[in-house]
């Protein structure tokens, strides 16, 4: 009874139909605890058998490859994207965290799952790379989003699982695209996935000489950490090798019991996505928007104490799930949005870099058909 109860709760609050739970639940204290518990494993991790492992070879084990048409074609209005064999670079993107069963980890073989995937995070997100390259993104036993919140022995081993995923994927990555150029991203629970990553297979490997520059907003990364580990933060709009990364907040946030939980106190890397176009807001793009063209001067930004300030935003036309979402992470909390609010200063910035590491490095662009 307690499973059922548990799996209707997060179907309701999931799909958008936590109406029935707004009737009974009027705060979003209220609503936060309700999801934490919808979401919150019951058995310890080593009582049940863990989502069978994806095999990268397959095609069904990614949620966007250049070989294929898929969720990573998708280009705002106006803006066309790169023949995606033709790309002269790759980006490798981790996706945040779509699955809100009580599993300590998610299947890379549910399709719904996978349909969530595909639309609420490569669909909106890694498409503002595909102006410059050919996107890959691997699906992977995503950890349970309440491990990112309040971490145990358990949960660490839940992230430890999904982290070796994306580890094996990157593996399959670098097999198929040679000595190429790529873009490290992600967002959230992909975010802390790829900085690991990015410390443990890429700094002081050959492939750091490959990397144009990695973007990973809403995750746990301090500047700090990263030089220790020989990895710049991004300064300017012109930095080759650099990692980028920000949390969105409005002035007026105040913190709650869904801010992710740190090893690293210092204070945390944040970028000014519009620090690389003179400070000028390029763009926002929301792709599950029947209107996706950009929206230039959309929002304001500065970075204050480790936190990229939202000094102004203007409103968002959002869904009943995401309007759930928002309510339960609290007012003026942008973490859903860190990448559409900075859509096309993303991907313009990411096609300034790539030409510029083409023309550094003196390679020819070559596409994944002449590599």
Known sequence: MATRSRTSVAVLLGLG????????????????????????????FEDGAPPSAPDYADEAAWSALPSRADAGDATPKGLGGIVQ???PADVFYVHPTSYVGSRWN????????????DRVATGI???????????WAPRYRQANGTAFYAPTVDSRRAVDLAYDDV?????????????RPFVLAG???????AERLLIEEIAGTA??????????????????????????????????????GWNARGPGFEPNAFELARSDDRELLCTNP?????????????????????????????????????????????DLPSRILDWVLGPENYHPVEVQLFFVNIRESSTRRVQAFLARSGTPPRGLEGR
């Open 85 to 87: 064999r033709e790309a």
């Open 187 to 193: 967002h959230s629970q992909g975010s802390i996935l």
């Open 106 to 117: 998610g299947p890379i073989d549910d399709p719904r799952l996978n349909a969530d995937t």
């Open 274 to 318: 519009l620090d690389w176009s003179d400070g000028v807001h390029l763009g926002a793009v929301f792709l599950e928007d029947p209107d996706s063209a950009p929206r230039p001067d959309f929002a304001q930004s500065r970075c204050q104490d480790g936190t990229l300030v939202l000094t102004e935003v203007q409103p968002m036309r959002r």
């Open 167 to 179: 580890r094996r994927a990157f593996a399959s990555f670098i097999s198929q695209t040679a000595d």
């Open 125 to 135: 997100q890694a498409t503002a790379f595909n102006g410059c390259c050919a996107v």
């Open 207 to 244: 492939l750091q000489e490959r990397l144009v520059w990695a973007v990973l907003p809403g995750g746990t990364a301090t500047a700090a950490g990263l030089r220790e580990h020989g990895l710049l933060p991004c300064s300017s709009g012109d930095d080759l090798g650099c990692v980028a």
């Open 17 to 44: 139909c936590g109406l029935a739970a707004l009737a009974v639940v009027t705060s979003p204290a209220a609503i936060g605890a309700l999801v934490r518990w919808s979401m919150r494993p019951s058995s310890p």
